[in-house]
């Protein structure tokens, strides 16, 4: 029998519905596949597509990574969710060793500082007898030079006056009488804002003239995540782990003679002491760099965060600033500097706050101004974050109520890490396949880890480098959360992990004990 040819109505109506139910599918398929349902409009149309997608948006930003933070922290969160549900785990709770945040593995604030703030923030306390009388006036001297006497008010953007010129007397009297102009001190969002400000100018050009920054490897990704959100180009060199972690200056002229065959070399970026690697540079080291800077025309960036944290014999903090004045007008008089320090670190540890500051040297006027203005944008650094950095460079002086206590609390903190850089030093050169510089500052170590070749062979099946397949192994088996050396830069060929030293002495121990019998039976798995 022939079949009538279907009406327009009809076609309408059956291109309709197969048009529902292709969506249908489609939602089924997507649902099955753990996406989410395609949405459709009341009129059944198509909905307009995403503004913003992952092909639309900023490219740069796609090559940011922070190691620090990445997928072996994803999934330690994800461990404590599973651990606190009452789910079975070959261990009893995460340990995360990833980052410096010193209270979060237990440290302890400094008594002094938290009760300034407290005052700051609720001044009605300084009606409270319990408040030692250098705290309330250490309160009542921030409180006067914020707006209507209040922490809540915006400040200057360059940062509160009366905290600027502190901090210069600070620098002044660590740098051995070397003059400190307090204009020339920014106060920031911890060291890392200043750093990516300073980037910000430093990136420009296009093709072989575009901005080439040298790093060290081992790195601290906040440099090679700026840069890479800033479009500049990377310049590494590499740290001498065979001599504790040390800068060589031939090193340094092999990375930029290289580097200039593609783009142009205008920046040194130096961690001292060192993060990840926890070493503490010589004042000769610090003499050559500055030399090298000078001869090679680099603006030099001295991220001294750590100052307070040497433990080793023999070691000493010098600040880039003291060295480079020292050195006579023919370097004081040219080498741009700037330096960087936070209340993140040191004994102090207060990385919430968000306090810091920068200081600059030998800026060219035109270009100061130009970094005003660009402060201004972000109009003012978190003010309690700079009442904390006002304390760190004043705290209690002799002859003051609180200045025991202080002097107490600061060199137990001090004392108890410099232990426990020990420690970890010793008990990982106990494990076969294990080697571990001494933790001369900071708060980590990066030990290189040997890893058999059937394990390498097996990340590379899995996508991974065998560093994160090894830390990834290690954390579901122990619930140890380190971070592997691949997220800071290594020599090809070589596998680390950074891990703090900052858990409290107990927990350390126990997490040292897992980690050298998890490297003991992952070696013998593997061999």
């Known amino acids: 029998m022939k079949r009538s040819l279907p009406t327009p109505v009809e076609e309408m109506n059956h291109g309709t519905a197969l048009l529902w139910k292709r969506r249908a599918m489609a939602g089924l398929t997507a649902a099955r596949c753990g996406l989410p349902k395609e949405s459709v409009a009341e009129n059944g149309a198509s909905p307009r597509g995403k503004v913003l997608t992952i092909d639309t948006m900023n490219p740069t930003v796609k090559m940011v990574e922070y190691a620090v933070r990445g997928p072996i922290v994803q999934r330690a969160v994800e461990l404590e969710k599973e651990l606190s549900e009452g789910r079975k785990k070959p261990f009893q709770e995460v340990i995360k060793a990833n980052i410096g945040d010193a209270h979060a593995m237990g440290q302890q604030p400094i008594t002094f500082f938290r009760q300034v703030l407290a005052l700051c923030s609720y001044p009605e306390l300084l009606n409270d007898n319990t408040f030692p009388e250098d705290a309330k006036s250490r309160a009542r001297r921030i409180l006067q030079s914020c707006g209507g006497n209040s922490m809540g008010s915006y400040s200057a953007s360059q940062g509160i006056d009366s905290v600027r010129q502190d901090v210069a007397r600070y620098v002044q009297q660590r740098d051995g009488g070397v003059y400190c102009d307090p204009d020339n001190i920014y106060l920031t969002t911890g060291a890392s804002d200043g750093i990516v400000t300073m980037l910000k100018l430093l990136v420009c050009g296009e093709g072989l003239a575009r901005t080439g920054v040298m790093i060290s490897i081992p790195q601290y990704p906040l440099y090679s995540a700026a840069l890479a959100e800033l479009g500049a180009v990377q310049i590494n060199y590499y740290l001498n782990e065979e001599a504790c972690w040390s800068m060589d200056i031939s090193e340094l002229q092999r990375a930029l003679n290289e580097a200039r065959g593609h783009c142009n070399p205008r920046a040194l970026c130096v961690i001292n002491p060192g993060n990840p690697t926890g070493q503490v540079q010589n004042r000769k080291c610090i003499e050559d760099v500055i030399r090298f800077a000078a001869k090679e025309r680099l603006f030099l960036m001295a991220d001294e965060v750590y100052q307070d944290n040497v433990y080793a014999d023999g070691c000493q903090f010098h600040s880039f600033k ?17 330096s960087f320090h936070s209340t993140s670190k040191c004994y102090m540890g207060e990385c919430g706050f968000r306090g810091g500051y920068m200081e600059i040297i030998n800026m060219d006027d ?12 972000r109009l003012c650094p978190p003010v309690p974050g700079q009442a904390l950095m006002d304390l760190v460079v004043n705290p209690p002086q002799p002859g003051e109520a609180s200045y025991d206590k202080f002097i107490k609390e600061r060199t137990a903190t001090l004392s108890a890490l410099a232990d426990k850089a020990k420690l970890t030093e010793e ?7 294990i080697s571990c510089n001494p ?8 030990p290189r880890i040997s890893i058999p070749e059937k394990a390498v062979n097996e990340a590379a099946g899995k996508g991974q480098q065998p560093d994160m397949f090894y830390c990834m192994r290690l954390l579901e088996e122990t619930g140890i959360c380190l971070v592997p050396g691949s997220g800071f ?21 126990i997490l040292l004990s897992k980690v050298k019998e998890f490297h003991q039976r992952f070696t013998k798995q593997y061999s």
Not at 322 to 338: D, H, I, Q, R
Not at 489 to 509: A, E, N, S, V
Request: proline share 6%; hydrophobic share 40%.
């Open 322 to 338: 003291k060295v480079l004045f020292e050195m006579g007008p023919e370097y004081s008089n040219t080498v741009e500097l700037a």
């Open 439 to 446: 933790v001369q500052g900071a708060m980590y170590s990066f």
């Open 366 to 377: 035109d270009v100061k101004a130009q970094l005003t203005k660009l402060v201004s944008v």
């Open 427 to 433: 008990v990982l050169n106990t494990v076969p396949g």
């Open 489 to 509: 830069g290594q020599k090809d060929g070589t596998y680390h992990f950074r891990m703090t030293i900052l858990p409290p002495t107990d927990k350390l121990k």
